[in-house]
Every structure is written in C-alpha cells, then in structure tokens.
C-alpha cells in the first residue's frame, strides 16, 4: 500500500509539472483578440459584405483574395483575384462576396454555387507577402500566419511564431549624402541629412589627392547598384505605345488569351472601330485541363483607344483558347 501511494503521488506531481508547463506556454503566445469593429450586418441577398480586417501581426501584409464563384453584379467578380496591403497595426474594411442563391434556378451559361446551406462567403484570402510593395513571397513562410474572429465580429490578422518581415528593396541608393542610408536595416528610418558614420562613408584624410576627389564625385553621378541581395535587375519600363483612335464605323471583335502575366487566368476581347456601339457575344473558352466554357458577354463600346481591350474576363483556370462564336452589335 505504501509504495502504491508513492507512486500516485509521483504521479501526480508529473502531471501537475505538466500543466504548469502547459499553462506557462500557453501564456507566452499572445493573441491581441480585443475587437475588430466595422464589419456591416450580414446581408440578406447576394451582394458585397463590407467585412473589416485587423492586422496584428506586427508588421505590413499583403494578402491576395479570390472571389471565385460570386453571383453579384451579374457574375461579373467571378473569378477575380486581387491584392491589398493592410499596413502594420491598421484595420480596413473589405468587400467581400457574399452569395445567397437559396432557392434561385441558375440562369442557362451560369455556374451553380456549391456553398454548403445555399449561402455564404465566396471570397478566400491568403498572406502573400509580409512587406508592403516590396513583399517577396518566394522568400516567406506564409505557413506562420492565421486569423481568428468571424466576418461578423472582423477577421483578425496574426502570426506565430512573430518573425522578421522578408523586406527586400530592389536597388540600393547612391553613394550620395542624401542617399548615405544604402546599408541601413529595411526597417529602420533613413538617416538624417549629414549624418555621422556609421551612415556616410569614412572622411577622406588630408592627403587625399585631387584626382581622388574627381573619382568620388563622378561615382555620386553613376546610377546605383543593385543591392547584393536582389538577384535580378529590373529593367525601366517600356514606353507606351502610341493610341489608336477609334472609327464609329461597325466594330470588328477579336479576342485573345492575356499572356501578360507569369499564370494566365483571363482573355481579352479588343473592337476595331464600334465606338458608342453596344455589343452582345459569346466567347468559347479552351481551358488548360481540356474542359470548355460559353461566356455570355454584354458589353459597351466607350474607350477611344482601339489597343485598349473593351473586356478582360477572368477565370479560375486557365485558358489557352477563345473564340467569339457569335456576335450581335448595334447602336
């Protein structure tokens, strides 16, 4: 009997050292859940939820949103990917897609929503970079971040474990007095005009020569390096090219996949003439996966530059072929 107590009671004491760890954990990870106001009521129809969004993270995000199948504004965000910058410590409000197509039979060429319950929130979001404009998402592990709350409460933005932002600048500044703050942290603030070392470089002696002091302020006129750390040189945009006045005459359609970007998810449909015409299409779209999909497209023609696209779709998968198989203009 004496050893079984024994034994109970270094039982006890295990798992009584186990909680006080537990516990001591528990209060090291801190989660600022205080409130996030500005979310507006739950809407009662498809429609935009204005839906309010706390960075607490520590730091700039950047977080790109897919509305994938969202039914509002006659189905024109479906498919939209976009992203927003929530600066470190702000709280915006953010439209979010809401659908409730209980009960409603889809339109012929619309998709049917798969939302459990028949409604709900069609837009997702993840953390793509932890910067600002200067995010790197290659070099960040979106893994940390996670939120708490509820769109009706406001989503709260957190990460653990807390870890550096991944700034990365894509030159550094010149060797100028006004640019001494080339080896400065990311984060921290540009040095003061006329700062002392270690900002600006060493003081050249009194024995300097005149030739030396050429060379240092020809060097101050030379474009700046690119920082050691940015693999690649971005090169100066490319001007734009001149405009191509649109004719009233009838419009001709063509339509293309947009290979602007690294990952295709949208085509373009260009009018030559047309101006003030409006026009009702159907585009044929050739996925990447073999499926096809009817675009029902309706559209007005009011830019005045004919190599600007009149319509830009966006998809969830992507493209590699469209047709216009049909078409229907008119003043």
């Known amino acids: 009997m004496k050893i079984k107590l024994q034994s109970i009671g270094a039982v006890l004491s295990i798992l009584a050292l186990a909680c006080l760890g537990i516990t001591a954990r528990a209060q090291d990870t801190h989660e600022d859940l205080s409130a996030c106001p ?185 474009q700046a390096p690119v920082a050691t750390h940015s693999p690649i040189v971005v090169p100066p945009p490319a001007p734009a090219a001149p405009a191509v006045p649109r004719t009233s005459d009838a419009p001709t359609l063509t339509a293309s996949v947009d290979n602007s970007g690294l990952i295709q998810h949208s085509v373009q449909v260009f009018a030559k003439g047309g101006a003030n015409y409006k026009c009702n299409f159907n585009l044929l779209v050739t996925f990447s996966d073999g499926a096809t999909w009817n675009d029902k497209v309706k559209t007005a023609i009011t830019g005045n530059d004919e190599q600007v696209p009149i319509v830009t779709r966006k998809y969830l998968k992507t493209p590699t072929e469209v047709k216009i198989t049909s078409n229907n203009c008119a003043r």
């Open 38 to 222: 500005g979310s507006a009521p739950e809407p009662t129809q498809s429609a935009a939820w204005s839906v309010a969004f706390c960075n607490r993270t520590g730091h700039d995000v950047v977080i790109e949103f897919h509305d994938n199948d969202c039914p509002i504004n006659d189905w024109t965000r479906r498919g939209d990917v976009y992203q927003r910058t929530l600066r470190r410590g702000e709280s915006r409000t953010l439209p979010l897609c809401y659908a409730n197509e209980v009960g409603k039979k889809p339109a012929p060429g619309m998709p049917t929503l798969h939302i459990p319950g028949g409604k709900g929130v069609t837009t997702t979001w993840n953390v793509v970079g932890d910067c600002g404009n200067h995010s790197k998402p290659l070099n960040m592990d979106a893994r940390t971040f996670y939120d708490r709350g509820d769109y009706k409460t406001g989503i709260i933005l957190l990460q653990n474990p807390s870890s550096t932002t991944h700034c990365t600048s894509d030159a550094a500044p010149g060797p100028t007095a006004a640019g001494a703050a080339s080896s400065y942290a990311p984060n921290a603030s540009p040095p003061p005009a006329g700062a002392a070392a270690p900002y600006s470089a060493a003081a050249p002696t009194a024995g300097a020569s005149a030739a030396g002091a050429a060379a240092t302020n020809a060097s101050s006129a030379v």
